[in-house]
């Protein structure tokens, strides 16, 4: 304390046990008040989960928060050098003088507010885009909802039954179909695609192409995208080639055209094969749905059937969750599992008029031959056509598979870097129709807490650009990652547009003229430290 005490522009320092406690606050702006402080340093633990406490303690006070700094001495010294506290004392020294030399040279940030435009967009038609859209809907906010196929409901169309308890999944479409059409609030284009998005959080704009190809610009505060994915066309088995080698998904169509009894009707042996198109080197992950698929339609054929035989060939068993139970049960109704090496695939071929799969089985290598009527292939799920530019429209991120990528897995699972832009459903990676749902309803609750709001505050921390030294070279609109910077003509300098700018410093890196700045960063201040800790 005696230190910071004795250092340039220090007019008072105290210790605390507990700087963050509520005494500790009051006293800060007591002091702020008796002393006239015009900046305050605070050194005790990370400015990461505290910095906000006290900036707001502060403003309490009649400062600006941002002339505030703080120094880490516990995670950054006190913690990683409790094995040689003497050097970590002049360490914490160095950090302390370094916070002070900034603060001296701080100055205050006014916060840019805007309103919010309090309506959606969703994109995508399906079972996570009409949940999202009447759960917005219902809580009082305008919502259109943009559908590139001529209908709603999406990859739920084609799942026709559904494991016991499970509900009837057309029923459920049925019922979300007619509450969206019917909602006052949604909006619906169908066979329509979004073309252009423009504007920031709380005020997008957005260009729609109808399906008569007229253009049609749309307001509104929130994006949600809930494109949903595809399933893979099979390559291998003889798909394509020979009509008795089908996917799960058109057996489940078969069934549901002509009933159960009749599409199984005379099939003496059906032999399944999973992680077809999934879990290889073009699609590493593992599509999730595709064993209890197989289960299920397996348990269907058995419950119908129980004389044919029904083979599930398998690397893994994967049935999430309590969907165990139905693997299990599968096995007593008589569903043989064999597990088959990926370095040794099934063969499949055709042999006069019978088709013949041959298997090696795991672990004991055995090779199994097959006589089969039906061939069904668990394909995998794959992103939709379009992803990569619908990314490049909303600024956000796609992972290694070409699925959307949230910005943290566990604290911001249903939402973007990019402010104001939300996820759910297949869009983010293969799920089971519940999860849809559950994370539908997840990203339109994160949607609604920001369109419930009047105003919205940009970051503090942003670029800024001094006209007098701006050469308007453009290198810093080349570099900025959120098209933040534009130029202008007429002043022959750059703007930086607030609300987009997120603070990165990249435009800060690049300029020539050193005409951009970063708030709470800028150069001087920079400096400052970088001469406090030489000078000691």
Known sequence: MEY????PGV??????????????????????????????????????????LFQETIRGAGLNPHLFEMANIREQ???????????????????????????????????TRFGVDHRALVIGGG??????????????????LVEREEELGGNL?????????????????????????????????????????????????????????????????????????????????????????????????????????????????????????????EHPYCSRVCCTEAIKNALAIKESSPGTEVYILYRDIRTFGFRERYYREAR????????????????????????????????EGEVVRLEADLVVLSAGIEPREGNGVLAQLLKVPLDGDGFFLEAHVKLRPLEFAAEGVYLCGMAHSPRFLEETIAQARGAAVRAVTLLAKEELEATPIVASVNPLLCSNCGQCIEVCPYDARVPEPE???????????????????????????????????????????VEG
């Open 4 to 7: 910071a005490a004795g250092l």
């Open 11 to 52: 007019v008072y320092a105290e210790d605390n046990l507990y700087t963050c406690s509520q005494d500790t606050q009051e006293r800060i702006r007591e002091r702020i008040e008796e002393y006239g402080l015009n900046r305050v340093v605070v050194a005790s633990c990370t400015p990461r989960t505290h910095e906000p």
């Open 77 to 111: 010294d006190s913690w990683v050098h409790r094995d040689d506290p003497d050097r970590a004392t002049e360490k914490a020294k160095e950090l302390v003088g370094m916070a002070v030399a900034k603060a001296r040279r701080l100055r205050p940030i006014e916060h």
């Open 127 to 144: 079972l996570a885009g009409m949940t999202a859209a009447l759960s917005i809907a219902e809580q009082g906010f305008g919502v259109t």
């Open 157 to 281: 169309r084609h799942i026709y039954t559904a494991l016991p308890g499970g509900g009837d999944p057309q029923a459920l479409l049925r019922r979300t179909v007619e509450a969206v059409l019917g909602h006052r609030r949604i909006r619906v284009l169908t066979g329509a695609e979004v073309e252009v998005v423009g504007g920031y959080v709380g005020q997008y704009r957005s260009v729609v192409r109808l399906r008569d190809g007229r253009r049609e610009e749309i307001e509104h505060g929130v994006v949600v995208v809930a494109t949903g994915a595809q399933e893979i066309e099979p390559r291998e088995y003889l798909y394509g080639q020979d009509e008795r080698v089908i996917t799960q998904r058109e057996l489940e169509e078969r069934i549901a055209g002509s009933g159960l009894g009749s599409a199984v009707c005379g099939l003496r042996s059906v032999v399944m094969i999973q992680c077809v198109g999934s879990r290889d080197e």
């Open 332 to 363: 007593r109704e008589g569903v043989v599992f064999l597990e088959y090496d990926v370095e040794r695939k099934p063969e499949v071929w055709v042999d006069g008029d019978v088709l013949r799969v041959e298997v090696e089985v795991q672990p």
């Open 491 to 533: 002043k022959f300098y750059v703007q930086v547009i607030d609300v987009l700018c997120q603070g990165c410093g990249a435009c800060v890196a690049v300029c020539p003229n050193k005409a951009s700045q970063q708030k709470g960063f800028e150069v001087s201040q920079v400096y400052g430290m970088l001469d406090a800790v």
